[in-house]
């Protein structure tokens, strides 16, 4: 007798009952070991990916020493902070540790390399910025990587960055030379030059005062804070409350702001008003850069001249006097007093232009310009535009030489032609030959 044939029920219509049961019974059953089957195949398949997803983590191209190297290379892992201490060693002893921001800019870059030269420890930073071409910038670090000076990338706005590198290296004094530069541009980007101008120097400031010690804090300030000053050349005792653009501002509220810092806190802080720096390296959005490369491509250049027909004019500085200036600031600056935030007396604030006292019509500029070239260039003359520009710029000096030693030596014609060998060398490809 078949199973079936035992289970056969007294009745049809209960067979048809118990058939049905039956049939829901075995295929519940036959769902439930599909679906445990379905769940141990899921399961198994996740530990799968779990163990393949381990491996491959393991090999290539992430290895155990290639993660490690990662990570220790990340701001705060062990070969990061190696390479940090070694930047920011001097190699002599009585040399400074000197923090530079803005390092990969044009001033930035030849500031820190002098210093590393003469035997200070140097350690930059910088956010790397699309204000300007940042192959540029990328260059200037090979040079500055060549120097033994290495650049963290990264924001003067990030705290915690600043914090770390504070808390790495003892800082003797701060070269603060990262700023959104240009006069122009501000109309166009108002938040950049507030962002980097006023927080990030808020940020530093922050940073320098809490720092036990303190550092000494040099920094850019800007001719451009004279505005719409008439007295020639212009002092430090001028009137600065007229400024004619939105980042000549944002540089006076910089020179507030130090004011501020240094007496509540007691930091050491000295303003360098510069006055339109050129050279090699130098800021592709400034006007004898923009000038060499059309005048070389044949293109158009516009030479702003004043309501009554006079060429704008600046006292053009070339980059080597700016930076004896630089140096000179940071050998003569005394110890903030303050420590760990709270102030212990009065300390040293100061401001200086740092300019070349011989103010050259933009007309003039171009003329040089056109002889290193050996190109005549397509100008076309118009009404200075109310973009921010101001009319002229010209520095009394004379603070600077008392008091810094400064004394500039290169004359517009001289400084471009050290510039044009640089930009059509740098230009040609032969960049690793051009510092
Ligand atoms: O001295 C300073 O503090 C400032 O110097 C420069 O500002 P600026 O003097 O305006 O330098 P450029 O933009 O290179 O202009 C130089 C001259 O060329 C003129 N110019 C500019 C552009 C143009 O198309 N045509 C023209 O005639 C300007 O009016 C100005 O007189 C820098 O760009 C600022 O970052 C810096 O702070």
């Avoid at 070991?33 to 491996?55: G, V």
Wanted: proline share 4%.
């Amino acid at each position: 007798m078949s199973l079936l044939d035992t289970t056969r029920p007294s009745t049809p219509g209960k067979l048809k009952q118990e058939k049905s049961l039956l049939y829901l019974q075995t295929h519940r059953q036959r769902s439930l070991r599909l679906y445990s089957s379905l769940s141990k195949f899921a399961l198994s398949s996740f530990f799968f990916l779990i163990i393949f997803l381990f491996f491959s983590l393991l090999s290539s191209p992430s290895s155990p020493s290639n993660r490690s190297k990662i990570t220790n290379s990340l701001p705060g892992g062990s070969q990061w902070e190696k390479k940090v201490l070694k930047s920011a060693r001097p190699k002599l002893r009585a040399g400074f540790t000197v923090f530079v921001t803005g390092a990969a800019g044009f001033v930035g870059t030849h500031v820190s390399v002098a210093l590393k030269r003469r035997g200070d420890g140097v350690l930059g930073l910088d956010n790397f910025n699309h204000y300007y071409d940042v192959n540029l910038k990328r260059d200037r670090q090979k040079v500055l990587e060549r120097s033994g000076v290495f650049v963290v990338e990264g924001d003067i706005n990030d705290v915690k960055l600043l914090q770390k590198l504070f808390d790495v290296v003892y800082f003797t004094h701060v070269m603060h030379l990262a700023a959104q530069a240009g006069v122009r541009y501000a109309m166009q980007n108002p938040k950049s030059y507030v962002n980097s101008n006023i927080a990030g120097f808020v940020n530093l400031l922050e940073v320098c005062k809490s720092a036990d010690p303190q550092p000494a804090i040099v920094w850019a300030s800007s001719s451009s804070v004279y505005g719409l000053n008439k007295r020639v050349p212009f002092s430090e005792k001028d009137r600065t409350d007229q400024p004619a653009s939105l980042y000549a501002a944002t540089k006076k509220a910089g020179e507030a702001l130090a004011h501020s810092y240094n007496h509540i806190y007691g930091l050491s802080i000295t303003g360098l008003r510069f006055f339109t720096v050129y050279g090699p390296w130098g800021r592709p959005d400034m006007a004898y850069f923009f000038f060499t490369k059309n005048i070389l491509k044949g293109k158009e250049i516009g030479v702003y001249e004043t309501a009554d027909g006079k060429s704008v004019a600046r006292d053009f500085t070339y980059i080597d006097d700016i930076v004896k200036g630089c140096l000179a600031a940071l050998d003569t600056a005394k110890n903030s007093t303050g420590s760990g935030g709270k102030k212990r007396g009065p300390a040293q604030l100061r401001v200086f232009n740092l300019g070349n006292t011989s103010p050259v019509p933009v007309s003039k500029l171009v003329s040089i310009l056109e002889k290193l070239l050996k190109v005549k260039a397509k100008k076309k003359v118009l009404p200075l535009p109310r973009n921010g520009d101001v009319e002229f710029t010209h520095a009394n000096i004379s603070s600077a030489q008392r008091e810094l030693g400064y004394m500039p030596t290169t004359d517009l014609e001289t400084g471009l032609k050290k510039f044009v060998r640089w930009y059509t060398g740098y230009f040609s490809g032969s960049k690793k030959k051009s510092w």
